[in-house]
Each structure stands twice: as C-alpha cells, then as structure tokens.
C-alpha cells in the first residue's frame, strides 16, 4: 500500500555521531497504525524513531538503537521520543481524531532506572494525555525478566493505568508461567513468524497457540509485520485482535499518518 518513503540503514554509527544528531535534533518519530480487527479500524499506532541525517538521509532504528543501548543515549533518546509520542497523541485527540493509543518501545536500561516512572508520569502531566492512551512495549525477554526494580517498574506503570505490552513474543525463552505475575495486557506475535505462517506449518502452529494462550490468559494480541492479504486473511480467521504491518500502513511521519486517520473532524 502506497509507495515507502526513501529510508536506508548503514553501518551502525558511532558514539559521538549519534550523540551529536541528538543535540541537533535530528530524531524524528514515525508512526505506524495498529488496525483493530473487530471494529475494523484503527486503534492507535507503535511510535518508531528514525534519524533524519543530512548527508545519509532518513535512517532506520536498527542501525541505532543498538549503539543508543550500548552506549547509554538511549536514556536520552527514549525521554525525547516518549515525550514527543504523548505530545503527538494528544495534538491528535486536540485536533478531532478518534482517541487512540500511542505505543512507544521501551529499552531494558530505561525502565531499570529508579526514577523511570517518575520521569514518565511527569511526561503525562505535561502533555495532559491520559495513561491510558499510552502503552509501553517491553521485549519478550525484558518484560518476563525477574529483577526487583524490572517487577516493580512495571506494577507502578500499571497503577498509573499505562498498559504494557510485550513485544517480539515467541522469540525469547522466557518461563510462561511468569506472564500470569506480568502486568501486561498484550503480546505482539513476532514478525518472523507471521511472515513464515501460510508457508511453514510450524510456525502456524506456534501463531495459532500464541493466540489461544493470550485469549485464555484475557491478553488481547496483536500480530507484526503482517504484509499480504493471504497472512491478513489467516490471523484474522485464527481471532488476532490487532494487525500491524505494511499491507496495512507503513510506519510513516505524523502528518502522512494522519492523513491515513478516518474520522477526522478536520
Ligand atoms: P520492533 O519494535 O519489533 O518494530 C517492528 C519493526 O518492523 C520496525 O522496524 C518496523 O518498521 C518494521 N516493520 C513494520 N511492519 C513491517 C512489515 O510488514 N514487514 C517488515 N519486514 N517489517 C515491518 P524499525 O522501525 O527499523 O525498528 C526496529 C526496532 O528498533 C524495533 O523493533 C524496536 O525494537 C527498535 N526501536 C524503534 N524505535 C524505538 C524507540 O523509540 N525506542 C527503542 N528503545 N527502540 C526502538
Ligand atoms: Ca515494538
Ligand atoms: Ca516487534
Ligand atoms: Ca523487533
């Protein structure tokens, strides 16, 4: 659907490069819709930063995040985009558009902080969007993780009423028992296996029992990197709650992807 926008990844920058993009502002969030099957509409859309860099042009997450992570800038890089999310939702809401939700991708050092939630109930309280419309996405792997500050991190987000989902579901080797003690309300089945789905037995049977185990556990799900009709058709039979992917709407600045919005008042 629609042409993608001119985006490249390159070698992983250093240091200083991405910490000198940082203080010229050249990180822009995009957006990418979440399609509510049920209602047949959209429900919100996952907030995925890129770098407008002004010889190399727009650059992928993948290529950063990880020096973000390693090197710690992505404290300040998940600050900027959290702020800028909320900002963004609520701008949208301001302007008459359907109330969503506004998911933003959360790193394990950011949420190991002491003071994460206090940072992030301070970003609400500016922004004046409601918890809510918010919701953290936390890795497989992170979200079951058993560290004291991790457990009570999340409990305190979810006093806040912020949901958290986890992300990547299936990929990491986590205890499922521990996602009964989780305080999440949703699993995002990886892309990897949505795409091998209507091709590999296998992986239809672990998106099919992903499914199954969220509903019983009362989690709604949400498949990634859905990109043919073929792979749309399937999850829906199979109860997917959310689709997300490029057959959809590819992730895309906010003024592209308010264009995309239905319902608009404006
Ligand atoms: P993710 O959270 O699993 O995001 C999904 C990735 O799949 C995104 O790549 C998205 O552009 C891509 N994608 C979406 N639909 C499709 C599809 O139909 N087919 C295919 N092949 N890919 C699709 P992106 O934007 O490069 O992000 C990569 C990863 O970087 C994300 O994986 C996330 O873990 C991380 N990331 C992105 N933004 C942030 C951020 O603001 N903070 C943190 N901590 N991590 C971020
Ligand atoms: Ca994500
Ligand atoms: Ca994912
Ligand atoms: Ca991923």
Known sequence: MGTAPATHSLTAPTVNALADGLNKGEFVPFYQPLWDVQHQCWEG???LIRWQHP?????QSDTFIPVAEQ???ILELGAFVLRAACQQMMHWRQRGLPEGIIAVNVSALQIHQPDFVEDLARILRDTGLPAPALELELTETLALEDTPILIENLHRCQALGIRLSIDDFGTGSSSLARLQCCP???LKIDKTF????????KDRAITESVITLGHNLNLSIVAEGVE??????LLEKLGCDVLQGYRLARPADAETTEALWPGRSV
Do not use: K
Not at 194 to 201: F, I, K, Y
């Open 194 to 201: 949505v795409t091998h789905m209507t091709t590999e037995p």
């Open 228 to 233: 043919t009709a073929t792979q749309q058709q």
């Open 45 to 47: 859309a996952e907030t």
């Open 184 to 186: 999440v309300t949703r």
């Open 71 to 73: 090197s710690g800038l």
């Open 55 to 59: 010889t190399e042009g727009l650059i």
